[in-house]
């Protein structure tokens, strides 16, 4: 079974600074992916980062950047130059091949509140 | 192009009552899930279609949900003998292939009364 750990219910940072939301997961397959998702109060889920198990290089878009950290199973997502946009529910979510081949396992999620 | 697109956005119903929510995937998707969420979570995968064909079925709660995808593009979650436990928000998904980035609608709110 696949699971997906977020342990910070919520999280705020000032507008322009640096914020890390954390993320573990479990998984006994080796060739999975792993995805940051954002969700406005609008309710759309939206793609904001994505990293293959078999890449060692962080993957990174624009302000978004990852840490991942394969053998401790850890995927954090670091955020800069926080902007007020960035307010939303995060969820971190595993896509781990074998019998759960095409389904996401999403964590718990992390509201992040960004402040002016 | 077009996203993802789900009606209603919102549907209120009575216990015992049937829904049927509707998902138009991206063009050329061949992949499309279904996802339920509840209040302050995070989506569970309810049901997963490779083309027409139910690739995982593994995530409907009971025989209550079924859901069908005729031609390999629309999809069509239907829900039997609602109960107040259903409430929630019911999240379509679609991917190009197997195992691509799943892009998601804006979701149904289903509330059951």
């Known amino acids: 079974a696949q699971t997906v750990t977020q342990s910070q219910p919520e999280m705020s940072v000032q507008e322009a600074e640096t914020v890390t939301l954390s993320c573990t997961y479990d998984?006994?397959?080796?060739?999975?992916?792993l995805f940051w998702y954002k969700q406005p109060p609008s309710r759309q889920m939206i793609l904001v980062i994505r990293q293959e198990a078999y890449k060692q290089q962080n993957a990174t878009e624009n302000r978004f950047s990852v840490n991942f950290q394969k053998a401790a199973k850890s995927f954090s997502l670091k955020i800069s130059d926080s902007q007020l946009g960035d307010t939303a529910m995060y969820f971190c979510?595993?896509?781990?091949?074998?019998?759960?081949?095409?389904?996401?396992?999403f964590g718990q999620g992390t509201i992040l509140t960004v402040h002016p | 192009g077009a996203g993802v697109s789900q009606t209603p956005s919102n549907k209120v119903t009575e216990k015992g009552k049937y829904v049927e929510l509707r998902c138009d995937p991206i063009?050329?998707?061949?992949?499309l899930y279904w996802y339920r969420q509840s209040l302050g979570q995070g989506p569970e995968f309810l049901i997963y279609?490779?083309?027409?064909?139910?690739?995982?079925d593994s995530g409907l709660p009971n025989d209550r949900f079924f859901a069908v995808r005729p031609e390999g593009s629309v999809s069509t979650l239907k829900i039997q003998r609602t109960e107040r436990g259903d409430s929630a928000v019911y999240l379509c998904a679609s991917s190009l292939q197997d195992r691509e980035t799943q892009y998601f609608g804006p979701g149904t709110r289903l509330l059951v009364l």
């Open positions: 063009s050329g998707h061949t992949a």
């Open positions: 998984t006994s397959e080796n060739n999975y992916y």
């Open positions: 279609f490779q083309g027409t064909g139910a690739a995982d």
């Open positions: 979510a595993l896509n781990a091949g074998g019998t759960s081949y095409g389904k996401l396992t």
